[in-house]
């Protein structure tokens, strides 16, 4: 059973009648809650069921900004301005005042010596990155090196198993019988008039 059913039950069982709110989201999206105050809860509405809003900073249509830093429960409902937002100290009370120039220019060069070190720590790690890649290389060739010298070794064990083919001009050649035909056998007028004139 989902969460919003088993909810919608317990309201049921103890007749309590809850009226949700909606507003709709500077994007068109309907989201419902008890009340858009800080703690209640604020569900995205569709056509079949209601879903817990994931976390993040919403903007509603009236122009309030609405902080969900836990899905579905509201954290924060301010005001969105040009400012900058407000921000919690660890002891918790909030910074209204505007920083004045001085304060902005040490700012500045703070973000400024943040953005070198993050850019010298994404080249180490492209560095790193370099290395690694080198060296993987390295070992693929050290292997295909071995791979080649096993196969030449494998070619040369087959090649020593085969007989060599020796020529030898030496050798004679069978000897082709010659067959005469009909020699003595029959002998025709030509072959007497021939023989007469050759005694």
């Known amino acids: 059973m989902k969460a919003n059913e088993m909810l919608n039950e317990i309201k049921t069982l103890l007749n309590i009648e809850v009226k949700l709110e909606e507003q709709k989201l500077e994007n068109g999206t309907v989201v ?3 009340a858009f105050e800080k703690g209640k809860e604020i569900f995205i509405v569709t056509d079949d069921e209601k879903i817990a809003m994931p976390v993040g900073e919403y903007i ?3 122009g309030r900004l609405v902080v969900v830093e ?3 429960v509201i954290a924060d409902v301010r005001e969105v301005s040009d400012e900058v937002p407000a921000k919690e100290e660890e002891d918790g009370e909030e910074i209204t005042e505007d920083l004045g120039e001085e304060k902005k220019e040490m700012a500045d060069v703070a973000d400024w010596e943040g953005m070198e070190r993050r850019i010298q720590y994404l080249e180490d790690a492209i560095a790193d990155l370099k290395a690694d890649k080198v060296e993987a290389e390295k070992e693929e060739e050290v292997e295909m090196a ?3 010298t096993e196969v030449k070794e494998e070619v040369k064990e087959e090649l020593s198993a085969v007989k ?3 020529h030898n001009p030496e050798a004679k050649a069978p000897q082709k019988k010659q067959v005469q035909f009909g020699k003595g056998q029959f002998t025709t007028t030509l072959d007497r008039v021939l023989s007469k004139l050759n005694k």
């Open 32 to 34: 419902s809650a008890e």
């Open 60 to 62: 509603l249509e009236d």
């Open 70 to 72: 836990e899905e579905g």
């Open 146 to 148: 071995e791979e080649v």
């Open 164 to 166: 060599p083919i020796k």
